[in-house]
């Protein structure tokens, strides 16, 4: 029984062969010839040359160019894992020695707001209780009012001298208590209308609100660079355990029926996305900076408003006395400048100061180290040894209603032929193994392009004949013969090509294909005679 399968423009992520799954005993496939015991076997191989026919002896010598092969690729693997892995810890420690510094410099903007906090509830209490105390007084004045006015008879007896005098002078000292009680019942109200609740209060809201929205921010970027982290680790840690079982594999003469590069790519994506997240914080933090800067010259500048207001009714009504009481801190707020004290709370250096002991003075903490930290740039993640080609080709969607995609396409060493509908995608909309794969030319369809079956035992007792069958192109024939070369040959190589990881921007590529114009040049080596030869024998 057979099956076929046709790409279509929904095919479904990475094929069952991808999966980078560590594989079972029974599923890894016998090879003829070991990369461990490659060398020892090339003398033997020579001396049974002598004697043999042509077709055994070719036998032969393509037996030991396989194990050349692939021990050659087991050593690309594992330089391919040891310069990665140097990287990897080398950006582990930068993104480490940034987070630190930038954590620290979160919580002494959290002990900022939440000290502006203590200052405006202190501030508040300070109002409400000289609105109760204005209040009480106002209570006490009336209460002590006991000199009743003149009455009717009283006040026509005004016209004989000396009469009514001395309840008069009590009278005019009863008036004189009520309108004292009555302006500082007046200030009372003011002082909870005005200066708490259209003044200080609405300003600590609108404070706290900001505050707030900062510091909810900050603390989801740090959520999701968290993740982003643990998922990085989680792929590198993954990525490890496949490169260790490497040698095993070599001395056991099996294979993985997995595609290391797979692992690699999907390890430094994640790592390109931990570096993006660490910029996206830095980023952030500078300008939490500058918005500290700017709510803390707002919030000293109202308070010296309401304050100023607060001090000139207060003098206004007092004014009788010989001074006036207040407490040195609120004449002190009202003479700060608003520019240079939201300077000073903002600062880098305050901000990262370590507090002093007796025995140790207070360490600087220039805002140049900040600055250095946050600005230091991660190098790239190293070449991939894995890739011997990757570039775009066009390839055929559809059953019924037949159109041609642009994709881009990388071409392992592990012989696997990967499809990403764009660069960036984190999975390969199909892949391939080609050593199970036979090519022809598909003139009907095109004179440059061709088609790549795959034809594989599955099922319950391998019963089932499954196929898969993709179509191909490139803009011109000497193009498609080039890739065509690659897609042949297990030891055609290519320069290496790295994998791009670049802070600053925001859609990093991993493994990205050179552009177009680029990726599909005709090299004069693709099209020389031997190239020509190999699409011939198709």
Same mark, same amino acid.
């Given at each position: 029984?057979?099956?076929?399968?046709?790409?279509?423009?929904?095919?479904?992520?990475?094929?069952?062969?991808?999966?980078?799954? @560590?594989?079972?005993?029974?599923?890894?496939?016998?090879?003829? +010839?070991?990369?461990?015991?490659?060398?020892?076997?090339?003398?033997?191989?020579?001396?049974?040359?002598?004697?043999?026919?042509?077709?055994?002896?070719?036998?032969?010598?393509?037996?030991?160019?396989?194990?050349?092969?692939?021990?050659?690729?087991?050593?690309?693997?594992?330089?391919?894992?040891?310069?990665?892995?140097?990287?990897?810890?080398?950006?582990?420690?930068?993104?480490?020695?940034?987070?630190?510094?930038?954590?620290?410099?979160?919580?002494?903007?959290?002990? /900022?707001?939440?000290?502006? /906090?203590?200052?405006?509830?202190?501030?508040?209490?300070?109002?409400?209780?000289?609105?109760?105390?204005?209040?009480?007084?106002?209570?006490?004045?009336?209460?002590?009012?006991?000199?009743?006015?003149?009455? /009717?008879?009283?006040?026509?007896?005004?016209?004989?001298?000396?009469?009514?005098?001395?309840?008069?002078?009590?009278?005019?000292?009863? *008036?004189?208590?009520?309108?004292?009680?009555?302006?500082?019942?007046?200030?009372?109200?003011?002082?909870?209308?005005?200066?708490?609740?259209?003044?200080? *209060?609405?300003?600590?809201?609108?404070?706290?609100?900001?505050?707030?929205?900062?510091?909810?921010?900050?603390?989801?970027?740090?959520?999701?660079?968290?993740?982003?982290?643990?998922?990085?680790?989680?792929?590198?840690?993954?990525?490890?355990?496949?490169?260790?079982?490497?040698?095993?594999?070599?001395?056991?003469?099996?294979?993985?029926?997995?595609?290391?590069?797979? *692992?690699?790519?999907?390890?430094?994506?994640?790592?390109?996305?931990?570096?993006?997240?660490?910029?996206?914080?830095?980023?952030? !933090? !500078?300008?939490?900076?500058?918005?500290?800067?700017?709510?803390?010259?707002?919030?000293?500048?109202?308070?010296?408003?309401?304050?100023?207001?607060?001090?000139?009714?207060?003098?206004?009504?007092?004014?009788?006395?010989?001074?006036?009481?207040?407490?040195?801190?609120?004449?002190?707020?009202?003479?700060?400048?608003?520019?240079?004290?939201?300077?000073?709370?903002?600062?880098?250096?305050?901000?990262?100061?370590?507090?002093?002991?007796?025995?140790?003075?207070?360490?600087?903490?220039?805002? #140049?180290?900040?600055?250095?930290?946050?600005?230091?740039?991660?190098?790239?993640?190293?070449?991939?040894?894995?890739?011997?080609?990757?570039?775009?080709?066009?390839?055929? @969607?559809?059953?019924?209603?037949?159109?041609?995609?642009?994709?881009?396409?990388?071409?392992?060493?592990?012989?696997?032929?990967?499809?990403?509908?764009?660069?960036?995608?984190?999975?390969?909309?199909?892949?391939?193994?080609?050593?199970?794969?036979?090519?022809?030319?598909?003139?009907?369809?095109?004179?440059?392009?061709? *088609?790549?079956?795959?034809?594989?035992?599955?099922?319950?007792?391998?019963?089932?004949?499954?196929?898969?069958?993709?179509?191909?192109?490139?803009?011109?024939?000497?193009?498609?013969?080039?890739?065509?070369?690659?897609?042949? #040959?297990?030891?055609?190589?290519?320069?290496?090509?790295?994998?791009?990881?670049?802070? @600053?921007?925001? +859609?990093?590529?991993?493994?990205?294909?050179?552009?177009?114009?680029? #990726? !599909?040049?005709?090299?004069?080596?693709?099209?020389?005679?031997?190239?020509?030869?190999?699409?011939?024998?198709?």
């Amino acid at each position: 029984m057979e099956s076929e399968y046709v790409d279509e423009e929904d095919d479904q992520v990475a094929s069952p062969s991808t999966d980078l799954a @560590t594989t079972d005993s029974d599923d890894i496939k016998n090879d003829s +010839t070991s990369p461990a015991s490659s060398s020892s076997d090339v003398s033997g191989a020579v001396a049974r040359l002598a004697g043999t026919s042509i077709s055994e002896q070719q036998s032969i010598v393509d037996s030991i160019k396989e194990s050349k092969r692939l021990e050659m690729l087991l050593q690309d693997k594992k330089a391919s894992f040891q310069a990665l892995q140097a990287w990897e810890e080398h950006r582990r420690n930068q993104c480490s020695s940034q987070r630190d510094l930038l954590d620290v410099l979160f919580l002494a903007i959290q002990a /900022r707001f939440n000290a502006a /906090r203590e200052l405006h509830g202190s501030i508040v209490r300070y109002l409400k209780d000289r609105a109760h105390v204005e209040l009480s007084y106002s209570k006490a004045m009336n209460e002590s009012r006991k000199h009743l006015p003149l009455s /009717r008879m009283e006040k026509d007896e005004k016209a004989i001298p000396g009469a009514g005098t001395l309840k008069e002078g009590l009278a005019s000292l009863n *008036s004189l208590h009520e309108r004292i009680a009555g302006e500082h019942a007046e200030f009372s109200a003011e002082i909870t209308k005005e200066f708490l609740g259209n003044g200080i *209060s609405a300003m600590a809201a609108e404070y706290s609100k900001h505050a707030d929205t900062f510091i909810d921010k900050t603390v989801s970027l740090i959520k999701e660079m968290e993740s982003a982290s643990s998922k990085c680790r989680k792929h590198f840690s993954a990525h490890e355990t496949f490169c260790r079982d490497l040698d095993a594999l070599a001395l056991a003469n099996k294979q993985m029926k997995t595609d290391l590069w797979l *692992s690699e790519r999907k390890f430094v994506k994640s790592a390109v996305e931990v570096v993006r997240q660490h910029k996206v914080y830095s980023d952030h !933090m !500078m300008n939490l900076l500058a918005e500290l800067r700017r709510l803390e010259e707002w919030r000293i500048t109202n308070v010296q408003t309401i304050l100023s207001r607060f001090l000139e009714r207060s003098e206004a009504l007092y004014q009788h006395m010989s001074g006036v009481h207040l407490p040195d801190a609120v004449r002190g707020l009202t003479k700060i400048n608003a520019a240079t004290e939201a300077k000073l709370l903002s600062d880098p250096d305050n901000l990262l100061r370590k507090p002093s002991t007796p025995d140790q003075p207070p360490a600087p903490a220039p805002s #140049s180290m900040l600055q250095t930290v946050v600005n230091a740039v991660i190098a790239a993640a190293p070449s991939s040894r894995l890739v011997t080609r990757e570039g775009e080709l066009e390839r055929q @969607t559809g059953k019924v209603l037949k159109s041609w995609k642009t994709s881009s396409f990388v071409l392992t060493k592990d012989r696997y032929l990967h499809c990403f509908k764009a660069a960036n995608d984190p999975e390969p909309t199909w892949s391939v193994n080609l050593s199970d794969c036979t090519f022809q030319f598909e003139p009907l369809v095109g004179e440059t392009a061709i *088609s790549i079956v795959e034809e594989k035992k599955g099922g319950p007792f391998n019963m089932f004949n499954k196929k898969r069958r993709f179509i191909l192109r490139a803009p011109t024939q000497e193009q498609m013969v080039d890739w065509l070369v690659y897609l042949k #040959s297990p030891v055609a190589t290519e320069t290496p090509r790295p994998l791009c990881i670049d802070a @600053t921007n925001d +859609t990093a590529a991993v493994g990205a294909p050179p552009s177009r114009s680029q #990726s !599909m040049a005709p090299s004069h080596e693709a099209v020389t005679q031997p190239a020509k030869r190999a699409a011939s024998t198709l």
